[in-house]
């Protein structure tokens, strides 16, 4: 593949051009064809948020924990941009939940912070709250998974059924609390764990 193709596939995973991704793929590109900073069509993908495009270029073999020049993952840059469906997709597709990115956070870390958000409150409807808390459920689902947390995936799937069956904006901020106890208390165990 000439250097303008290479370039041209990152482009259009950075634009959000599925076809052309899929296209030059389909060409034989290497998917783990980085730029001169080490970026990847995954890193590109993955900042932007585009679901789709990175289960393609997984598909297609493009690695997950590939770090670029400042030693991101395509995972750091999920977490940093704060695209929960991303994150989820990387971790099934093999991203190292042990990853630290340069400010030593993990998936977890991110989920905590965008609990966080959450919880501030704003004008959000209960529809809107309710999907976003379920994306942090599924996130830290697969992360528990990998991480071969089966107890703490129980209480998760106790907390997950409780958001079910909500129908007013306080009882979703119920869960979400319950949701950031289990958090911290998850990285309170993660930490201890990494002593």
């Given at each position: 593949?000439?250097?303008?193709?290479?370039?041209?596939?990152?482009?259009?995973?950075?634009?959000?051009?599925?076809?052309?991704?899929?296209?030059?793929?389909?060409?034989?590109?290497?998917?783990?064809?980085?730029?001169?900073?080490?970026?990847?069509?995954?890193?590109?993908?993955?900042?932007?948020?585009?679901?789709?495009?990175?289960?393609?270029?997984?598909?297609?073999?493009?690695d997950?924990?590939?770090?670029?020049?400042?030693?991101?993952?395509?995972?750091?840059?999920?977490?940093?941009t704060?695209?929960?469906?991303?994150i989820?997709?990387?971790?099934?597709?093999?991203?190292?939940?042990?990853?630290?990115?340069?400010?030593?956070?993990?998936?977890?870390?991110?989920a905590?912070?965008?609990?966080?958000?959450?919880?501030?409150?704003?004008?959000?409807?209960?529809?809107?709250?309710?999907?976003?808390?379920?994306?942090?459920?599924?996130?830290?689902?697969?992360?528990?998974?990998?991480?071969?947390?089966?107890?703490?995936?129980?209480?998760?799937?106790?907390?997950?059924?409780?958001?079910?069956?909500?129908?007013?904006?306080?009882?979703?901020?119920?869960?979400?609390?319950?949701?950031?106890?289990?958090?911290?208390l998850?990285?309170?165990?993660?930490?201890?764990?990494?002593?």
């Amino acid at each position: 593949m000439s250097h303008n193709a290479v370039k041209r596939f990152r482009e259009a995973a950075n634009g959000n051009d599925i076809d052309t991704v899929r296209r030059l793929l389909l060409e034989d590109i290497d998917p783990c064809a980085a730029d001169d900073k080490g970026r990847t069509a995954l890193h590109f993908s993955s900042c932007n948020g585009n679901e789709s495009i990175v289960q393609l270029l997984l598909s297609y073999g493009a690695d997950p924990n590939q770090r670029d020049g400042l030693g991101n993952t395509p995972l750091h840059l999920a977490a940093c941009t704060n695209h929960v469906p991303v994150i989820t997709t990387l971790l099934r597709g093999g991203a190292r939940v042990d990853a630290l990115d340069r400010a030593g956070r993990t998936p977890l870390h991110l989920a905590r912070s965008k609990l966080n958000i959450l919880q501030e409150g704003d004008s959000r409807s209960i529809e809107t709250l309710r999907g976003e808390v379920t994306q942090i459920i599924q996130m830290l689902r697969e992360y528990l998974n990998v991480m071969g947390q089966s107890e703490a995936r129980e209480r998760l799937d106790h907390i997950s059924t409780q958001l079910q069956h909500t129908r007013t904006k306080e009882q979703v901020d119920e869960v979400t609390d319950l949701l950031a106890s289990f958090t911290s208390l998850s990285l309170q165990k993660q930490n201890l764990g990494d002593r």
